[in-house]
T-cell receptor, first 108, second 115 residues
């Protein structure tokens, strides 16, 4: 079983729509959680950390459910520039585990 | 400018010909790591280093070597490349030795093809 699993999508949404997707992780001892964004096989970049209480960064909202071991990302008012692959990342001290990514395409 | 650099960015080579991919960071980061990315599998960690002269295996270390003689450099060595090492490789660094809440900064990637 993969340590981090994501729905690969693609999620194809119109501009202005809301899109949400989850990822699940298998190691209950995981300590920290992140969403990274990757454009067209370029380097991943941190989008946001995910905290137990949930957190927002502009149009992006991340939630963590430790009991069910999943993390979610919601994008409101989608922009064309949000088109990318979103990587769910889980860390344990010295090791990061990456999901394979969820592809989002925002159309005009 | 704070950055992680990798060289070469693109490389086509043949089976068995030793190669080195360099990685350098100018942010005085403690932690450095190498990943490979393959379709459908996500990024998988090859090796990581918490400090100079301290390295450890990640999830897929077979066929790779690393060294950390200086804080800023973390080269990836393929002693005898094989076609199954054809992949997109990323080097990354972060400030702290542990990854609790720290951002990983990635290099631009190296596309390696082994024929």
């Amino acid at each position: 079983r993969k340590e981090v699993e994501q729905d690969p999508g693609p999620f194809n949404v119109p501009e202005g729509a809301t899109v949400a997707f989850n990822c699940t992780y298998s190691n209950s001892a995981s300590q920290s959680f992140f969403w990274y964004r990757q454009d067209c096989r370029k380097e991943p970049k941190l989008l946001m950390s995910v905290y137990s209480s949930g957190n927002e960064d502009g149009r992006f909202t991340a939630q963590l459910n430790r009991a069910s071991q999943y993390i979610s990302l919601l994008i409101r008012d989608s922009k064309l520039s949000d088109s990318a692959t979103y990587l769910c990342v889980v860390s344990n001290d010295y090791k990061l585990s990456f999901g394979a990514g969820t592809t989002v395409t925002v159309r005009a | 400018e704070a950055q992680v650099t990798q060289n070469p960015r693109y490389l086509i080579t043949v089976t068995g010909k030793k190669l080195t991919v360099t990685c350098s960071q100018n942010m005085n980061h403690e932690y450095m790591s190498w990943y490979r990315q393959d379709p459908g599998l996500g990024l998988r960690q090859i090796y990581y280093s918490m400090n100079v002269e301290v390295t450890d295996k990640g999830d897929v270390p077979e066929g790779y070597k690393v060294s950390r003689k200086e804080k800023r450099n973390f080269p990836l060595i393929l002693e005898s490349p094989s076609p199954n090492q054809t992949s997109l490789y990323f080097c990354a660094s972060s400030l702290e030795r542990t990854l609790g809440t720290d951002t990983q900064y990635f290099g631009p990637g190296t596309r390696l093809t082994v024929l």
